[in-house]
């Protein structure tokens, strides 16, 4: 945990909800687990789908991508990373990701937000070029596509505070056809 802290400091997470740092959680957790060494735009993307009550599925499925691709290829994608035999995994956050995380910082703006959310860091895993965002364009999913499905699900709500998504992802439960 404490090497959270450290990355904290580098990365600025203070501007994340509290869902969007457990998303960065649970992708250095995915990788600790894989024995990668860094932590990888294909393990936030995977961690984004995990997590059920978030809206990235939603927001995948409303743009008619196969989840079961898109995790197939994740899972095929893990599996070729490089493990490492000595030494703590997990510890570096890899160039793509910092990139996600920047542009992800950009992409509130477009919403008024003042907190990075999932949607963003989606925005951000879409717009940086590498494996993880051409699966994402490979199963249709578009720049477009994915911002009008996040301003339908927002419904003109703003992100003012960093547990504000939990209200607006709870009222999605409710209207999940």
């Keep these: 945990a404490e090497y959270m802290g450290e990355t904290k400091k580098r990365m600025n997470l203070n501007n994340f909800t509290i869902k969007a740092q457990d998303m960065l959680q649970h992708a250095q957790q995915l990788a600790f687990n894989n024995l990668n060494p860094n932590i990888e735009t294909v393990h936030l993307l995977k961690a984004l789908i995990d997590d059920e009550e978030g809206p990235v599925s939603h927001l995948l499925k409303k743009n008619n991508v196969n989840l079961n691709f898109v995790e197939g290829k994740l899972a095929e994608q893990m599996n070729k990373l490089p493990k490492i035999q000595g030494g703590e995994p997990a510890q570096n956050i890899s160039r793509e990701v910092n990139n996600v995380i920047l542009r992800a910082g950009n992409a509130l703006k477009e919403f008024k937000d003042e907190f990075v959310t999932q949607e963003h860091l989606l925005i951000g895993l879409l717009q940086v070029n590498d494996d993880t965002s051409k699966l994402l364009k490979d199963a249709g999913l ?12 927002r419904k003109g709500s703003t992100v003012g505070s960093q547990t504000a998504e939990q209200q607006y992802n709870s009222l999605q439960r409710y209207a999940k056809n």
Aim: charged fraction near 35%.
């Design 142 to 153: 578009t720049e477009k596509g994915l911002l009008a499905a996040i301003k339908d699900l």
